[in-house]
């Protein structure tokens, strides 16, 4: 058994782009840990940090002579016949052989089905080192690790604990300080009122005083004293109250959780037929009459149901999708009705709904050109694009989070009856996982997901799942 690794001060920068700074840690046999964050934060990086093959800008890594690093990349390129599924099985198990020390993976989760994910987190449970994984995955967040480093806003936080406990810990910190704003809120208007009353006392006073020198009597200079008094101790309290919100405001900024999603649907909920929008009956799937991947299919779906597609990888879950989109090279067999092709909405993990030749702002254009521009920017505000820099921007300057908004506001501006969803949430940070649910939450329509992940399922209200077994759909 080796000694623990030590972080010293480091800090990573990269292409005029500050990651973290100065974090400092140790890493003992046995911690269970995952580096959480938003897309292009520094993860990756982190990873290939502690497996030195990336010079930190600044700070020491200390890692122990003869230490045995096992990594396995997000991206398997090896075991071109295999699924994900299978080249991440695979490659895992070449590495544990080894028996590291230390165990580094990057997104193992990102297309694994329900057995895959299942086998993944018991070897994981198993494995006795050292662990470090960089995951957007809350399931395995939530089985696998109690160590959290949590790279945002140009540091890396800390926390022991679940993943939970650490959402749990940021809302209940952040909504102290909400509380304690709103109440510097009313201290400051407090503090207002009470100089308004003494300056219109004192006003009165000021008054009564000229009437005694017109009566020849001494006037008082004790009004006027306390007035400035008054005025000095206000403006004092207004001072530390600006200090006091100030210090609150920066500490609100250090505990970001997703900003609010709150769009408007051009299909409303009231407009959506609750009857069948949807048909399929004894339906073969395939590329051919001589590659037939789904025997016998038969399907049907309300206005407004929502199900999933669920199955092993390469089982047909997408070619059902490409079924129901007419996608040349399809062939079906059966009875088959479905929505007109301008009623179905489709979403994947690449985004292929983008076009690149297309500024943000032009991408809703295209589909409203009956909203004027004060419309159209209030629609992308809606969905965080709100700076002219943001909607002026290109799909290939786009983070992967921004790609997910910017999809999902042009189904937003001109709504489908019908939405398919194809392993959307792959690759996605948390926070844009977070707003993926917000806007499907309150989508109106009838739904077709296909994911591996059970959580996002039930957060965006799936009512009934289908499985795929043996190239038949079972529900």
């Not at 001060?9 to 938003?38: E, V, W």
């Not at 102290?176 to 100089?195: F, G, T």
């Not at 989109?325 to 994947?348: A, C, E, K, M």
Request: glycine residues 6%; proline residues 3%.
């Amino acid at each position: 058994m080796h000694g623990p690794i030590f972080l010293k001060n480091i800090s990573l920068s990269l292409l005029n782009k500050g990651c973290f700074k100065d974090f400092s840690t140790r890493i003992y046999s046995g911690s269970r840990i995952a580096i959480i964050g938003r897309n292009g934060s520094g993860k990756s990086c982190m990873l290939n940090i502690l497996r030195q093959k990336l010079l930190p800008s600044g700070g020491e890594v200390i890692i122990p002579n003869a230490m045995c690093v096992g990594y396995v990349e997000q991206t398997i390129n090896a075991f071109n016949d295999l699924s994900g599924g299978q080249r991440l099985d695979r490659r895992l198990s070449e590495v544990l052989a080894r028996s590291p020390d230390m165990l580094l993976l990057d997104e193992p989760t990102n297309h694994l089905d329900r057995d895959n994910r299942e086998s993944l987190m018991r070897k994981l449970k198993g494995y006795q080192g050292m662990l470090v994984i960089a995951s957007h995955d809350t399931e395995l967040l939530r089985n696998c690790i109690d160590i959290l480093w949590h790279i945002d806003n140009n540091s890396i936080h800390k926390f022991i604990g679940s993943y939970d406990d650490y959402v749990r810990k940021i809302r209940q910190e952040r909504s102290s300080i909400e509380r304690e704003l709103v109440s510097l809120r009313h201290d400051k208007k407090d503090v207002h009122n009470a100089l308004m009353k003494e300056q219109k006392r004192a006003a009165k006073s000021k008054a009564k005083g000229r009437k005694s020198i017109e009566n020849r009597k001494w006037p008082t200079i004790v009004s006027k004293a306390k007035a400035l008094r008054t005025e000095q101790t206000s403006g004092s309290k207004k001072s530390a109250i600006s200090r006091k919100k100030l210090q609150l405001t920066n500490q609100l900024s250090d505990l970001r959780l997703p900003k609010i999603i709150l769009p408007k649907f051009s299909l409303t909920a009231e407009s959506v037929n609750a009857s069948s929008l949807l048909s399929i009956s004894c339906a073969d799937i395939g590329y051919g009459a001589d590659k037939i991947v789904l025997k016998n299919v038969s399907l049907f779906l309300g206005g407004k149901e929502r199900i999933a597609i669920c199955g092993k990888n390469a089982s047909g879950k997408s070619t059902l999708l490409k079924a129901i989109l007419g996608q040349d090279g399809i062939f079906v067999t059966g009875d088959w009705h479905l929505p007109r092709s301008n009623y179905i909405g489709y979403l994947d993990q690449h985004y292929s709904n983008l076009r690149p030749e297309l500024s943000v702002i032009d991408h809703v254009r295209g589909l409203r050109s009956d909203w004027s521009e004060i419309e159209t920017r209030r629609h992308l505000s809606d969905f965080l694009f709100r700076r002219n820099e943001e909607v002026t921007r290109w799909p290939t300057d786009l983070s992967g989070g921004e790609k997910a908004r910017l999809s999902l506001s042009l189904i937003a501006a001109k709504t489908p009856k019908l939405l398919l969803l194809d392993e959307i949430t792959n690759n996605l940070d948390l926070e844009t996982k977070e707003h993926t649910i917000q806007v499907l939450k309150k989508y109106p329509g009838a739904m077709v997901v296909v994911s591996h992940e059970e959580d996002f399922l039930h957060a965006v209200g799936i009512g009934h799942m289908y499985t795929i077994i043996d190239r038949k759909v079972r529900g």
